[in-house]
Each structure stands twice: as structure tokens, then as C-alpha cells.
């Protein structure tokens, strides 16, 4: 998937030879079973320009109008789930300060509103955990920042009557911050940036606190 937007990159009338490539905006919700936190629901929006090219190149959408057939969505959705050994999938879930491992993409769907490419799926908790005292930090980042991510909504909480409360936490541009996005403005669309989790530094914060 991302090979083939770099390519559009590159193909471009106008080639962009800066980091972020594309931008995606992402978001999550928190899901619950019996009082503990099982899954999270993620989404991704593409920007237009990456939804054409992409659609194109899978395939997909002939005629260009961006209404989708059952069948086209479902060939979209199967690229999107199937994820080389090693991707994080560009979301991390912390507890309590350390990392949570979470399970390959499940239960998705892939479809276009208002021009743009949506792709909707579940990761799993390895192991449930418990709602009481609950403290959990989600980040959705590409490490090498060659997407950019933006969370535009606060997450919802599904399945549960404890009390918990979810926030949204965005990025903050501090002045040094700036001063890294444009020096990674400058790196061509084949490079990577010497730090390869820089994407890290820009990511918006989803926060979750249960009583």
C-alpha cells in the first residue's frame, strides 16, 4: 500500500520531494466486554489526492466516479489487512507508561465518503484488561513520518457502564518541533529520516482514564 503511494509521488505533475507524503486522518475507539478493555476500532482517511491514485492503481473504480461495488471494496479492504511480518500497523497502545501488544487487523471495512478513501478495522488486546484504574495512552504515527496522521475527534467508548472518560490530546508544535518538520521538508521523497521514529514526535494522543 504505501509503495504504491510513493509512487504517485513520484508521477505527479508536480512532484512533492518532502516529508509527510501523505496525510491520513486517523482516529480510534475504545471497545469493551465484561468491564475490560478488548479492542480498539481504528480508522484511516485518506487525503483525495492519495484516495484517486490509489484506487486507480489497485484497480479498482474504471470509470473514476467513486462509487465502489461489494466486490471492489472487499479487493481495498484485503489489501489494507494484509500487513508485512514486522508493521505495527502505525498505532501503539501504552498502559501505565509501557507498550501493549495488539493483534494484526480484523473485522474491517473499506468504503469512500466525500471523495475519500475510508478504511475502518479492529486490533485486539493480546489480553483483556481490566476497566478499574485503567490509565492508557493511543498513538497513531508512522514512524518514518512519511504519512502524516491527524486525529480530528475525541474517541468514543463502547460496552461498558464504568466510569471512564476518553480525551483527545493534540499535537503541540513547540518551536524546536517546527524547526524538525522543516528540516524533514526538505528530505526527498526516497529518504529516511536519520531518526526512524521521529513520526513519533508529531503524533497526536488519545487518552483513556477509567476510575
Not at 478499574?132 to 518514518?144: E, H, M, N, R
Not at 463502547?158 to 524538525?180: Q, W
Request: aromatic fraction near 10%; charged fraction near 20%.
Amino acid at each position: 500500500m504505501r509503495s504504491l503511494l510513493a509512487a504517485a509521488f513520484c508521477m505527479a505533475p508536480l512532484c512533492v520531494d518532502a516529508h509527510p507524503h501523505v496525510f491520513i486522518d486517523g482516529g480510534a475507539d475504545f471497545l469493551f466486554e465484561d468491564n475490560a478493555l478488548t479492542s480498539l476500532r481504528i480508522s484511516w482517511a485518506y487525503d483525495p489526492f492519495a484516495t484517486l491514485y490509489y484506487v486507480q492503481e489497485m484497480g479498482v473504480d474504471p470509470d473514476g466516479d467513486l462509487v465502489l461495488t461489494e466486490a471492489e471494496r472487499g479487493l481495498l479492504l484485503a489489501d489494507h489487512l494484509s500487513w508485512d511480518p514486522g508493521f505495527a500497523g502505525d498505532s501503539y497502545l501504552e498502559v501505565a507508561g509501557s507498550p501493549v501488544p495488539l493483534s494484526g487487523p480484523q473485522r474491517g471495512e473499506a468504503r469512500i465518503e466525500a471523495g475519500r478513501l475510508r478504511i475502518v478495522f479492529e486490533r485486539d488486546l493480546v489480553r483483556p484488561i481490566p476497566a478499574s484504574g485503567l490509565q492508557a495512552v493511543f498513538k497513531i504515527y508512522d514512524p518514518t513520518y512519511f504519512v502524516a496522521y491527524s486525529v480530528r475527534q475525541a474517541p468514543s467508548i463502547e460496552g461498558i457502564s464504568h466510569a471512564c472518560r476518553a480525551t483527545l490530546l493534540a499535537f503541540d508544535p513547540k518551536r524546536d518541533l517546527l524547526r524538525l518538520q522543516a528540516t524533514l521538508a526538505q528530505l526527498a521523497q526516497e529518504e529516511i529520516p536519520a531518526d526512524t521514529g521521529v513520526g513519533a514526535l508529531f503524533a497526536d494522543e488519545l487518552h483513556l482514564i477509567c476510575d
